[in-house]
């Protein structure tokens, strides 16, 4: 073996007792695994004293998610390669053909969607080559298309038509009746040609004996900025030699193609990166990109000048003032181009795409990742103007589809964050995320079976001991209730002080949680001493226990968090400590730990009505104004400011913070998440901000960042905006996906 391989196997061993070479151990993994994945290096390289087992790989891998989480799926992924084969983990396009020929009249066709794919283009080709096109039939699922999906059905089994039901998942009520129909198919009543085509997102409402009994067809969009560039050339109307070269303003036409197929790619791709991509992960699909590639050319085509007459030679010409005739030679595209930029950057950005953003930091986004690509400065300067900081990404040459084509397939298989307006640490994050991904479904099912096997009733005890030890230690820390009537009267009800009616409500919140989280435990650790029966609420707490997972029987009354169950206990005794300060103390504290509230928003709105009624300003012509401090709250922790709050506990994600200028900054390598200075909330009228270059920069309260309006009409997860100073233009950061984080 290989030095590196050598320090990693006395680390699996446990036999590396020096702390020097421990250390180096550390440098090489840590260097080491982004290319190449250390354990799995140590399978391929297996020996003797490797023994080249499944359980010593296994092994490896576990090392592997406690070092370098991000890398536990390609090192599976490898493994599962090299054990069982290529084909288990690479995606392949699906055959149509072949999926035909494995059905029949009484055997239904089920395309399982995932976001950004649509196998209608394909299966209306298929069709064609099947000589079924005048003999196909499509109904999208929803309220009240039931009776008419079922009446052609019905009619396609006498003509041996084919019938497509589309979107399923959006019938659940009607599934029962498809499960019936599809079982009571009689192959001899039924003409052979017959065929019952369906598409669903996966749904816990679709039939489960229709899934076991056709041909399943998954449809996923192709991975990477190239292959989803070159898919789009290869569909409807792009694949068009005639669409393509028929426009009457080519050149900015061609540009432009090119600019929205990449503008294409990245909204597609930037769902892998999770929050940081998107706040909620759109379904753009290729009907977006078919209807906007049309819409460009016929607003190019409407907005072109009028031609100039051909002289005798075949020169373009043109009449002068006095008369004469002129020729000319075409002038370039920046010259003689009119490109309405307002109509299409609307039609697309608010229309195709925009139409499924729902969220207004996602539509920020996507506006500004099309005005990257629909911009002036893509038509005027061609293959100088690049749509990424490297510089691998441009349009090419001017020249035919086959020109545009090459280029594609120069471009890296792999595309780097940059690509994206993503910094590299994005990498790390989408690579976690995928890892926490299958984690969680492994564990989603691995549960429910049991054995009769010695050793699964010694696990089943192990797992027993360990919730009954979990669940008395935090019956032991749980404090007792807020005394909310002796807070009341220590903090009463003040005109000038809305703080104190906001601390009564969250002790009142906390006790809620903290009561449902007590009685819940005293249940569980009763009914593992056979007290009392678990009901299934119980034993579904009772396993996320075991998981170390918080309960959905918490979070019905909790705040929003995504800590794991240990953590979650930590950050909730801190909580509950903050409170009972403040309580203990008489009078809130000079800096506010922002996390540690239950519900954000009533704090930051008591700030502004204490500045709204000792001024006399209606409260809805007051916001708050930002000014950045140092790192240490303790510095201010003596002197609380005279008017707003001194903020503490936030976290940047996506960008770094200089300390010394007291700005935003690129992230360091590998740091995904930085503190962020104590802010000074201070409130001020609305006409009166301060003004410098800064960047509206969105608070959210977990890192998941999706939200949803609440009953109160405030968002669960979106607190506010608050203005970073930057030297850089807001765009950089929106595309960096750049937030502010309570937890």
Known sequence: MTLHHGYAFMLWSGSCSSVNWRRSLLLTLHSYLPQGILCLSMWHNRSSAWHASAAAYSSCVLCCRCLRPDKVVPAVSDFVSGTLGAQFVESSAADLAACYADSSATTPLIFVLSPGSDPTAALLQFAAERNMSSRISAISLGQGQGPKAAALIAEAQVSGSWVVLQNCHLAPSWMPNLDRICEDMNPEAINPEFRLWMTSFPSPKFPVNILQSGVKITNEPPAGVRANMRRSFGIEPLSNQTFFEGCIQPLPFKRLLFGLTFFHALVQERRKYGPLGWNIPYGFDDGDLRISAMQLKMFLDEAAPAQPAASSDGRRSTMSSNGSIAAAITPSASTSSIVPFDALRYTAGECNYGGRVTDDKDRLLLSTILAKCYCPELVEQGPAYSFSASGIYHTPEDGPRENYLSYIDSLPIQPAPEAFGLHANAAITKDINDTDLMLSSLLAMSGGGGGSS???????????????????????????????????????????????????????????LCNKIRDSLKSIAAALKGLLVMSNELEAAYRSISLNQIPELWKGVSYPSLRPLGSYQADLYKRLDMLASWASSGKPPAVFWLPGFFFVQSFLTAGLQNFARKHSIPIDMVGYDFEMMGMDPSKYSQSPPSEGLYIEGLYLEGAGWDAAARQLCESQPKVLFVPAPVMWFRPQHMDQYSSYQHYNCPMYRTADRRSVLATTGHSTNFVMFVRLPSSEPPHHWIMRGVALLNN
């Open 454 to 512: 010695g050793g699964a009733a010694a696990e089943a005890a192990a797992v027993e001991a360990r919730v009954a030890a979990v669940v008395n230690e935090c019956l032991q820390k749980l404090p007792e209730p807020f005394d909310l009537e002796a807070v009341g009267a220590k903090f009463p009800v003040t005109y000038g002080q809305s703080l104190n009616t906001m601390l009564v409500q969250e002790m009142a919140r906390y006790n809620k």
